[in-house]
């Protein structure tokens, strides 16, 4: 019994420093909520409680939860360096996620929804539009995670490296979403995917959403086959647009083979596009981004 209950021996310091860094997310994440209710000029409370806007309430719930993600990217388990010195790092790297979080979700706005005034659909209660802001919330942390993995310690050639990937990723995400408004088009007698978002295609949102969060872990594979070298920014910038595409366009080949054997029988454009089956949505959201788990993790 003694050997089943024996944890080993634990440092204070390392327990220490633990919850340290977990009080230090905590306030992050408590952060996130209200820069999320200034950007958009609302008061959370009063959204969330009396108002129950739940397109509010979902594309928070993504803001929160990327940022969680962006954080285990953040919390490194290396405790050599001192109390001081992993907490300052932490708190660097949570606000570095923060603010690149605000980058992405501007750039997917202005870039790849630039039809649409997506935060305004949200204040009207949109919920298809809540979805698809917290899917792309939720891709844009993945990428940063990766990066903050990918990158050795914070200084001025890592953020340079950082901030080169993250436009690269985010350059890729806004060309999916291009290649998937034209399918859209083509299967709906040239009817504009975003028109179909603000008019409220839940089903429509739940299969982007699969989409995009599947082709930011494709993205997020550059990073196993590329070495960060604080020197060479431009070959890792060329690095990732090739490596970013190569996995980006696979992901699709194999996703588009998984849904032809899964769904077999099953008229996926006019299930989800004409009839908006959120079930079917669904299922091919979690097809897309199932096998994007499985491939990176095979790769790394």
Known sequence: MEKIFSFGHIDSQVLMILAAEIIIAIMLLALMRYLYGWSLGLSTTKELSK???????????????GLGIVLTGAITPKYNAGMGSELVNMFSYGLLGLVLLYLGRSVHDRWALHLVDKQEQIKNKNITMGIVDAA??????IIIREMLLWVEGLNAFAI????????????LLTMVTRIRERHFAK???????????AEGQIALALRYSGQIISAALAVTAASYFLEYHPDTIVQ???GWLIFGFLMTLSMWVLTTIAKAIILRGIDLAAEVDHQHNIG???IEMAISIGIALMITTLLA
Request: glycine share 6%.
């Open 187 to 197: 299967h709906n007698q040239l009817d504009s995917m975003q028109a179909a978002f």
């Open 51 to 65: 108002v129950d806007n739940f397109a509010f309430g979902i594309s928070m719930a993504g803001s929160i939860g």
């Open 280 to 282: 079917v949505a669904s």
């Open 160 to 171: 340079i490296a950082m901030i080169s990937a993250f436009a690269v990723a985010q350059s």
């Open 136 to 141: 792309s919330v939720i891709a844009t942390a």
């Open 236 to 238: 890792n910038l060329i």
